[in-house]
């Protein structure tokens, strides 16, 4: 993977000089891995010529969906000098699958723990993004974690705040329709893009989300 760049100067003296002069920069190549770390699936973007940026993004995604929410931002982060990590919590999109009635019985907790196993392999303080349901889950996972920063994107809030919702019936895992993953999450894009990433959704474990929507507490 490789990103070109073409910046245009335009110069001043004494007066407005007509027309740029274009300057082509060396494009700027990746290194694209993808690991399993103890069955969960990391994607990592990062350059080929090291950068003095030596600490390690790791983006965290939100319910139904997987690593793959943050595609856009690997190669961002990774041509400004970082070391990009993206991961899949358990039982998402490339991570291990699980029986549903083991699914349907999990908590945050576990989740923060699928983070901070992925913080123990990537081995040093990293700055950790969370978005929607991996925002209360990283705050979860820093309870415990030496982090460089905690970043938090349209975040869950913890049970402090008071309850997002009424309980969900724990019967059966959970999935948004079409309708609703548009009106929250996708109501900017064309149809072809929508239906595109819509099948990449996979259901959430209802018990995770009660646990987020009713009673999770966070600590600082």
Known sequence: MQIGLTIGFLYLSGKYQ???TMKTI???RFNETDYSVDGLFVKEISRIKPTCLKTPILMVHGACHGWWAYHKWLPFYAAAGWKAYSMSLRNHTGSYSMPEERYLKLAVDD????VLKVLTWVDQPAIL???SMGGITVQKAAEQANLRSLILLASVGPGQLGAIRDPLPPDNTFMFSPEQARKIWFYKIDDQSFDAIYQQLVPESVSVMNHYSISITANS
């Open 18 to 20: 007509k027309g740029y």
């Open 26 to 28: 060396e494009p700027i």
């Open 111 to 114: 989740y923060a723990e699928d």
């Open 129 to 131: 993004i969370g978005h």
